[in-house]
Each structure stands twice: as structure tokens, then as C-alpha cells.
Nanobody
Framework: QVQLVESGGGLVQPGGSLRLSCAAS????????MGWYRQAPGKQRELVAR????????YPVDSVKGRFTISRDNAKNTMYLQMNSLKPGDTAVYYC????????WGQGTQVTVSS
């Protein structure tokens, strides 16, 4: 059972930056595709960035392209999401999971973009 722990969220002003981290337990982290997901109040959870085991990244949500960067360090079983030029519309709880998602979700990390 892989456990996922997200961190790095917080309150930031529009235009600011945050770096989220996802620490994963288990030996299979390095061989699976992973993703960052977010869920805003009243909305469904959506995949905002994904990265293959080899580091190839894609961003299914057009609004984050050019602003968010996903990366991973397989030696540390850790994945990151660098978020720049944050907008109020990025406000959500951010989660990490495999892509496609499998098993239990972590507690997520709250990102609030507000002046």
C-alpha cells in the first residue's frame, strides 16, 4: 500500500508562487506515472499535471500551462509541483496520486490564492 503525503500549500497573493511536495512510501514510486490533482469547493477533482516514470510531463488543464511545473526525484520518492503566477482560480486542495489514480488519497494540501 502506497502512502502519499502532500505538503507546501498555504495562502498566497495573486501572482505569487508555491512549491508543493508529495512524499510517497513504497518501492514502486519510481516505476509509475504520477499526477497532481486539485479539487476546488463544489467542483470535481481534476488532474492538473502528470509525469511519467522517466520524467515526461503533461498538463491537461490549459489554464496551468506555462505556470505550473511538475517534477520528480525517484531517489527520494518525492514529486513536486512548482506553481508560479498563481491566480484566485487556482484555489483548491491539491492531492497527489498515481495516474490514473489508485487506492487511498492523502489528506491533500490547501492552496488559497487571495489578496
Amino acid at each position: 500500500q502506497v502512502q502519499l503525503v502532500e505538503s507546501g500549500g498555504g495562502l498566497v497573493q495573486p501572482g505569487g508562487s508555491l512549491r508543493l511536495s508529495c512524499a510517497a512510501s513504497g518501492s514502486i514510486f519510481s516505476i509509475v506515472a504520477m499526477g497532481w490533482y486539485r479539487q476546488a469547493p463544489g467542483k470535481q477533482r481534476e488532474l492538473v499535471a502528470r509525469i511519467t516514470s522517466g520524467g515526461y510531463s503533461t498538463y491537461p488543464v490549459d489554464s496551468v500551462k506555462g505556470r505550473f511545473t511538475i517534477s520528480r526525484d525517484n531517489a527520494k520518492n518525492t514529486m513536486y509541483l512548482q506553481m508560479n503566477s498563481l491566480k484566485p482560480g487556482d484555489t483548491a486542495v491539491y492531492y497527489c496520486n498515481k495516474d490514473p489514480p489508485y487506492g487511498s488519497w492523502g489528506q491533500g494540501t490547501q492552496v488559497t490564492v487571495s489578496s
